[in-house]
């Protein structure tokens, strides 16, 4: 969702912060949709691409490279068992297309089983995996069709963040009843219901974002997703990850999204994040799954090139000797905080949520009807952030939600500074 009255001409970017044509510096609290995971134009990273650059800029996959072996190496100790085979690929789009591929194959089933509110890509596959309806009724994505018009998903038990019912009262609840949940009980049973119309062994998989993004950073009520898992391989489906946009440190606590839901899947899918800017993308999976892929053809030109792989391996590097994932812990827990105090100050926050760098604030009408703010009203706000020099995302069914996803790198300060600056943007639509 483009929100700007004229484009914002970016000329210039530095860690967290960009520049435009006019001078003006901005703190990117967005990252390029959640993807310059380390800084823009980091250092350590841009030496590492100009490296490679002069040295070698393709083969194909049909000949190695050093760059590749090293990376294989550096992902791979930071996945657990079975988690052993890695392919690459240049987008989240085409990891999960692969991955879905891969599920198909491995099970000879067909049928994969999606979240509502899920956003897995836009190519022709994953827009069948993807269920935010107002993506899938755009007729530029080929299909114009409604998510219960999609013969080969079956809808999960997740309502949209609009169901007044389900996620934000359900995300309440959950934050404050570590252990049990009604909502995941409620939860479980649709899924149940779900899996009960699809004939024992039919189910080649499940795709689910540890915590979903472009829905507006909607999390699971606890122990559902592990509980889900359970449900989906007792049908013999496999189940996959997408961690386009909660790997790599960002939820703070963990590695991987997965891992704050104690699960491990048998598919990972990475993209954004991995290479900081640089198109990459990667799917690991385990070694029985990968083997059948003898049965398919699957080939990609630009999958594993050396100068992603040099890049992606900068990441990695920054990531841990800048101790990022520990910041997302920090900063984000700081930002939830201070977030907090603005949702208890403004009527039009209906809710503060997520986890590390990963936040949704929920503009609503008021409190107690829980409507989404009016288009006009939240844009007026994105604006009047933008001006005083803050840039947020947007996400969400009625793009309601700002998503907060920065550069792993931000600091105390910049939160500070970026809440002084919604609070005044808020208190001037409250006005
Ligand atoms: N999965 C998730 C969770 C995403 O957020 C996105 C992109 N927003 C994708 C997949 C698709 O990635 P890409 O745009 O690189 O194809």
Redesign the pocket.
């Known amino acids: 969702m483009t929100f700007y009255k004229k484009p914002l001409l970016i000329h210039q970017g530095y860690m967290q912060w960009l520049w435009d044509f006019e001078g003006q510096r901005y703190l990117d609290l967005f990252a390029g ?1 959640v993807t310059v995971s380390v800084g823009h134009c980091h250092p350590r990273v841009t030496v590492a691409a100009q490296k490679q650059l002069s040295r070698l800029w393709h083969t194909t996959s049909i000949y190695m490279h050093p760059p590749i072996h090293e990376y294989a190496e550096k992902l791979m100790e930071l996945l657990p068992d079975p988690l052993k085979v890695l392919f690459l690929a240049n ?3 085409e990891a ?1 297309d692969l991955a879905a591929m891969l599920a198909r194959v491995y099970t000879g089933s067909f049928d994969i089983v999606t979240f509502r509110g899920g ?4 190519s022709p596959y994953t827009m069948g995996l993807t269920a935010i309806s107002n993506w899938k009724q755009s007729m530029a994505n080929g299909f114009g069709c409604h998510p219960t018009m999609c013969p080969d998903v079956f809808r999960g038990p997740w309502g949209g963040s609009h169901c007044r019912d389900s996620p934000v009262q359900t995300i309440r609840t959950c934050n404050c009843c570590p252990g049990s949940c009604d909502a995941k009980d409620k939860y479980i049973l649709q899924l149940k219901d779900v899996l009960s119309t699809c004939v024992p062994k039919q189910i080649a998989g499940f795709i689910a ?1 540890p915590i979903q ?2 829905n507006g950073t909607v999390q699971y009520p606890k122990g559902f997703l592990k509980e889900a898992y359970q449900l989906i391989r007792e049908k013999g489906g496999v189940c996959i990850a ?1 961690e ?2 909660t790997g790599f440190g960002r939820t703070g606590s963990h590695y991987w999204g997965f891992q704050t839901h104690d699960v491990i899947p048998d598919i990972v899918t990475m ?2 994040g991995i290479g900081n800017g640089f198109p990459m ?1 990667a799917v690991v999976t385990t070694p029985e799954i990968a083997k059948s892929l003898t049965q398919a053809h699957h080939f990609n030109t630009f999958g594993g090139n050396p100068v992603a792989c040099a890049v992606g391996s900068a990441v990695l590097d920054v990531i841990k000797d800048d101790g990022l994932q520990k910041n997302c812990e920090n900063i984000g827990t700081y930002f939830l905080v201070e977030l907090g105090k603005l949702r208890d100050e403004f009527e039009s926050i209906g809710d503060v949520r997520g986890k590390g760098l990963m936040i949704g604030v929920e503009m609503v009408k008021d409190k107690t009807s829980r409507d989404p703010l009016p288009q006009e009203e939240i844009k007026q706000i994105w604006e009047d952030c933008k001006d005083m020099g803050v840039l947020l995302g947007a996400g969400g069914i009625y793009s309601q939600t700002f998503r907060i996803k920065p550069p792993m790198c931000i600091t105390k300060e910049d939160v500070d500074f970026a809440v002084a600056v919604f609070h005044i943007a808020l208190q001037r639509h409250e006005e």
């Open positions: 949709i987008s989240g789009s999960n956003y897995h890509g836009v974002e993004g472009v997408d386009v946009q993209a954004k993308a």
